[in-house]
């Protein structure tokens, strides 16, 4: 009699989740051992749903509830060189109190998961989302990047883990997304099994580098002028090899859960052909997307970049991306104030990033959605129009329009 | 043209004498119309008590004072000294700031013919006992007197500074002159014994230089270290690997920090009369630098490789006599005493007392506020029980 | 001759002659000669032993004890931030509690133990410190007090003894005495802040001997979050000869200046009673130090006063500031 291979179960069930409660599900999922909690919105819903899930016994994890951001961030930070996973998060200026935390987190090289709940920095105090808290890592040797549906939430919260925690990177991850849009808004996630999420996501292992009798070592004992080049220099050369193991955590990430993910760094929507591209971080990409759509069907060459790593950046992707596009517009949630033309700041990083080219795309920057303002469809198709006439701008026109802004 | 001058001082002791000598050679340089600047060792900083520091001052006749700082400024360390200061003379067996320095030749910094200036007790031949030779010709010069040692606060007012200054001119007139430094003295303080201190210090030095032949003095024991490359060591985290575990009874028993040992931060080392002994344990017990050796005759040895020389031993030690701190500089190795007591308990008693000799310098609470010299006395040994067995009861 | 090599054990070290020979903090660190908080490092790894892992808060007792490469740590050490002391040692607790009760690694009681200085502890961090009293983990934070930032050569602190010259309380010709704030008394505040939390004690390194081995060894046997306030005399930003740390300490218990006692559940222990033994004048031990030298005869008498109202006036002496008596508010 013939046996018949059972293909082994790689989805369990399909649960209406919102953007906290998936990363939730992935925390549980990734048999995460410490939590350490602190309340600030929108981020702290996935603790919420945590906290509960421990309650009724569905993960077996140490949780504090901590006294302050910095206390969260240092618990975890701790837990993690002990060699337990560990999960925090945090949001705007929460996020910014516990800054001192997140950035020995990074040159200790130690691995855990954040959720950044995105929203705008005091003062005055405001609910709503803008990057601004995510992006002040960028540079300080973390992982960065954003979620732009519960389903990625999820799932790049075991992403985020596997890339994190590999020998080769040893980096902490924020997993950023848009406050209130995201982290609020419910919609059917499916849920991997335990048994698929173990294939994937391999033990936390930092090997000679844990904090253990059995294994005597000092973290971080004083240098120098002496060390520190050599140090930032090994955390560039990690940050370097970062690159190729996100692309192979989605490689295999996609051979087990099948083709979710075309491409590791970014998504591009139509195009192939287009002349006009917009480019942003997070959930603003369903507005862009349906303008892309709207656009083409009255003929426009128009397409959008939704970028989800910021860090490490994903400079020759996106120079054979965007590099055959005449004009590139960048969306930034946040602002760069004095920076060069008054930018945002991710268009730096594109510009700077598409420099080298020699027929590179104009640029045109729009700030917009700060502080929660929707970014409408219409808003879309405004800044693709405003895009399209940036090749015919002359060297000091501006380079930023504000979208959104009562006028 | 630069004159680059280096002062070295012990840390915190002298760390206010070694910038006030700093600050004045520029005063002085600049009112002789040359450009100067002085700045420490930033990662000297924060000192810490007997720890071998640097301060450093540069003058120029000729460069600008942005070349000058070019040259000169912000450096880890200088390349080359046209006189390095040595303000306690027991910093000729070598430095060790910092872990990955190494032990350092005193004289490693000065140029060919520029000079060792060290404020002394001892004659330049005893100091030349524990100096590394150089290539070339260098000159040793003595200022006669002790380490000027003080506190953070109370500041002692020796005239070592002033004195200095004059024995720097007298080395080396490019940098200051007699002259010069007299007039900055003089308009500073009013004080004509001030500007006549930094005379008498610049005639003598004048006849207290030695001109040292290249290959004189000894061979350096001590490696400096080679800095690994970024990629030559453990990458992720600055992760060290501990000491490691271990400790058995006896000399040298005890794991220690191998890679950095800092004997060089003593001036002075307690010798211990083990037949005195009545197995207190509180030499041991008070240690901050773990330097005794627990022996299985219930006595303590001592490895002066780590010993740092702060007293304490010597203050908490209930038998007078007993443990006595003693000039470094009489001291050519490091060897365990216990040791040298057990081959032969006569033999090292009489040794004992040689190094100890009468002289006992008591310092005050405060530092800075001076020392009282009395008689030290020699107690014969005790009786048969050379190493103490049954000493227990004549506390 | 090899010895075994001991493991911890909660015994009470009972004299001198049995304590335990092998150090977990050895030669080879930066610190100053004759530091008493580097004995407050030495003892409470000599009195937990191998198993052990440590953090310690930026602080002179980080730098001046690593210097990279090389390290005088025998038991894991990592660095934490200043503020950091409280929730570095809740982390490792909670990973290591994680990890044993999910079989990864073997079962067994690992010490877990921060130190701060005064700075960390009593200013910055007292937040974390706090929630970790507020926990059930077993872990000891031990405060060691040289009254200043010694790191940064030496300025005041909330721990600082008044009238304390430090190079942000400078005595002038307008004000003799900048550093107008009263120490902080944070072993009682943490104690009296935190009613689970079974041990919280002062102790002096070297006086009287044992006497802070005890109570480290103490704090791991009654378990649950720890702390212990150790009085470190610091030659160099307290301005004395290295020789005399010791003396310093005892000179500081005994005029009653840093009382030394235990909280266990509640119950206060006086582990020298300043009351029964009579205390020196405060003079005997501000005069052993340059940091007083500015102080004149009415500086002394107030610091004198304030000792007294310590021992004579508060509820529990030298412990809680609190008057006798039930007032009761009229309206």
């Given at each position: 009699m013939a046996t018949v291979l059972q293909e082994p179960k790689i989805w369990a069930k399909e649960l209406l989740l919102n953007g906290c409660q998936a990363v939730a599900q992935g925390v549980k999922l990734a048999d995460v051992d410490v939590i350490a909690a602190y309340p600030i919105r929108p981020y702290t819903e996935v603790m919420d749903a945590l906290s509960k899930i421990i309650a009724d016994g569905e993960l077996d994890s140490e949780y504090i509830v901590a006294d302050s951001e910095h206390s969260q961030f240092e618990i975890v930070k701790h837990a993690s060189s002990v060699g337990a996973r560990a999960f925090a998060g945090s949001s705007g200026t929460g996020w910014m109190y516990g800054f001192e935390a997140l950035v020995v987190t990074a040159t200790d090289r130690l691995s855990p998961l954040f959720l950044v709940g995105n929203r705008a920095l005091d003062d005055p105090g405001a609910f709503g989302v803008e990057h601004n808290d995510a992006l002040s890592i960028r540079d300080m040797g973390w992982l960065l990047c954003w979620a732009s549906t519960a389903q990625e939430a999820l799932e790049h919260v075991l992403i985020g883990y596997r890339i994190a925690e590999d020998n080769r990177v040893r980096m902490p991850m924020a997993l950023a997304m848009d406050g209130a849009f995201l982290t609020h808004s419910q919609h059917m996630v499916k849920l991997p099994t335990q048994e698929a999420v173990r294939r994937f996501l391999p033990p936390y292992d930092l090997g000679k580098r844990v904090m253990h009798p059995d294994n005597p070592v000092s973290i971080a004992p004083q240098v120098n002028e002496d060390w520190v080049m050599e140090l930032r220099r090994q955390n560039w050369e990690a940050a370097r090899r970062a690159k190729d193991v996100v692309a192979q955590a989605y490689k295999e990430y996609n051979e087990i859960f099948g083709s979710r993910y075309t491409t590791p760094y970014f998504d591009e929507f139509m195009t192939e052909d287009a002349e006009v591209v917009l480019i942003g971080l997070g959930a603003v990409a369903m507005p862009a997307r349906t303008a892309v759509r709207r656009l083409r069907e009255k003929g426009k060459k128009v397409g959008y970049v939704n970028l989800r790593w910021f860090r490490p950046f994903p400079s020759e992707e996106l120079r054979a991306a965007l590099g055959r596009i005449k004009a590139v517009g960048v969306i930034d949630r946040d602002f760069a104030h004095g920076s060069p033309d008054s930018g945002g700041i991710v268009v730096h990083d594109i510009r700077s990033c598409l420099y080298p080219l020699t027929n590179r795309p104009a640029i045109a920057n729009f700030i917009g959605g700060l502080g929660g303002r929707d970014i409408s469809i219409d808003d879309c198709i405004r800044m693709f129009e405003v895009t399209s006439q940036a090749p015919n701008r002359a060297p000091g026109d501006e380079l930023v329009t504000w979208i959104g802004l009562r006028e | 043209m630069i004159k680059r001058v280096e002062v070295n001082y012990r840390g915190i002791f002298q760390k206010n004498l070694g910038k006030y000598i700093g600050s004045d050679i520029v005063m002085i340089a600049s009112r002789m119309g040359k450009v100067a600047f002085s700045n420490g060792r930033y990662s000297d900083s924060p000192e810490r008590n007997g720890i071998p520091c640097k301060y450093f001052a540069f003058v120029s006749p000729d460069l600008s004072e942005e070349e000058l700082e070019a040259e000169c400024g912000a450096k880890l360390d200088i390349d080359e000294a046209d006189v390095s200061v040595v303000l306690d003379e027991t910093m000729v067996k070598g430095v060790e700031?910092?872990?990955?320095?190494?032990?350092?030749?005193?004289?490693?910094?000065?140029?060919?013919?520029g000079c060792l200036l060290v404020v002394a007790r001892h004659p330049h031949d005893e100091l030349l006992e524990f100096i590394g030779k150089k290539p070339y010709h260098y000159r040793l010069a003595t200022l006669d007197g002790d380490a000027s040692l003080a506190g953070l606060w109370v500041n002692k007012d020796d005239l070592t500074r002033e004195r200095v200054l004059g024995a720097i001119a007298a080395v080396d007139p490019g940098i200051i002159s007699i002259e010069a430094v007299e007039a900055h003295l003089l308009e500073k303080t009013k004080d004509e014994h001030r500007a006549q201190a930094a005379r008498d210090a610049y005639n003598a030095t004048l006849h207290r230089i030695k001109l040292v032949a290249p290959g004189e003095g000894i061979d350096w024991p001590h490696e400096v270290p080679v800095l690994p490359k970024w990629h030559e060591f453990e990458e992720g985290g600055v992760v060290v690997p501990a000491v490691k575990r271990g400790f058995e009874l006896g000399p040298r028993g005890q794991t220690r920090n191998d890679a950095f040992k800092r004997g060089t931060t003593k001036t002075h080392r307690p010798v211990v009369r083990f037949d005195l002994c009545i197995k207190c344990t509180l030499c041991w017990l008070d240690c901050p630098d773990e330097c005794f050796d627990p022996t299985d005759d219930g006595l303590y040895d001592v490895n002066y490789e780590v010993c740092v020389g702060c007293h304490k031993c010597a203050a908490v030690c209930p038998v007078p006599e007993c443990i006595v701190m003693v000039d470094e500089l009489k001291f050519h190795d490091d060897s365990s005493p216990w040791e040298a007591h057990k081959r032969n308990p006569a033999e090292y008693i009489k040794w004992a007392e040689e190094k100890k000799g009468t002289v006992r310098l008591n310092y005050p609470h405060v530092t800075g506020t001076g020392y009282e010299v009395t008689e030290g006395k020699t107690v014969p040994p005790k009786t048969t029980a050379a190493s103490g067995t049954k000493a227990g009861s004549q506390a | 001759m090899a010895t075994q090599l001991p493991v911890v054990d909660y015994e009470k070290i009972k004299n001198v002659h049995t304590t335990p020979l092998e150090e977990f903090y050895t030669s080879g660190h930066r610190t100053c000669q004759g530091c008493e908080s580097a004995m407050v490092m030495r003892d409470f790894a000599k009195a937990t032993g191998p198993r052990t892992v440590v953090t310690g808060a930026t602080g002179c007792m980080y730098v001046a004890n690593t210097s990279y490469l090389t390290t005088p740590w025998v038991v894991p050490w990592m660095h934490t931030q200043l503020g950091a002391g409280g929730s570095s040692a809740v982390g490792m607790a909670a990973g290591l509690r994680a990890l044993m009760r999910k079989g990864r690694i073997p079962n067994e009681k690992i010490n877990v133990i921060n130190f701060s200085g005064d700075l960390g502890a009593a200013d910055m961090g007292i937040g974390g410190i706090s929630g970790a009293l507020q926990t059930d983990y077993d872990l000891l934070i031990i405060m060691y007090d040289n009254e200043s930032a010694a790191n940064t050569d030496i300025q005041a602190t909330g721990s600082t003894t008044y009238g304390a010259q430090t190079t942000f309380t400078p005595p002038g010709s307008k004000h003799r005495i900048m550093h107008r704030r009263w120490k902080k008394n944070i072993a009682p505040m943490l104690a009296v802040g935190h009613p689970t939390c079974r041990y919280v004690a002062t102790a002096s390194a070297?006086?009287?001997?044992l006497d802070f081995m005890n109570k480290v060894r103490k704090a791991l046997a009654i378990g649950g979050p720890t702390f212990i306030h150790t009085f470190d005399p610091c030659p160099k930003g307290w301005d004395f000869h290295p020789k005399y740390s010791r003396e310093l300490g005892e000179v500081g218990v005994k005029s009653g200046i840093f009382p030394l006692y235990e909280i266990i559940d509640g119950q206060v222990v006086y582990t020298y009673d300043a009351r029964k033994k009579g205390r020196i004048p405060v003079r005997e031990y501000l005069e052993k130090q340059g940091r007083f030298a500015h102080l004149i005869d009415e500086d002394v008498d107030h610091i004198q006063r304030m000792v007294d109202a310590m021992w004579n006036e508060w509820e529990v002496p030298g412990v809680a500031p609190f008057k006798a008596g039930l007032a009761v508010a009229t309206t």
């Open positions: - | 700031p910092w872990g990955w320095h190494g032990v350092r030749p005193i004289n490693e910094k000065v140029r060919e013919k | 070297t006086f009287p001997a």
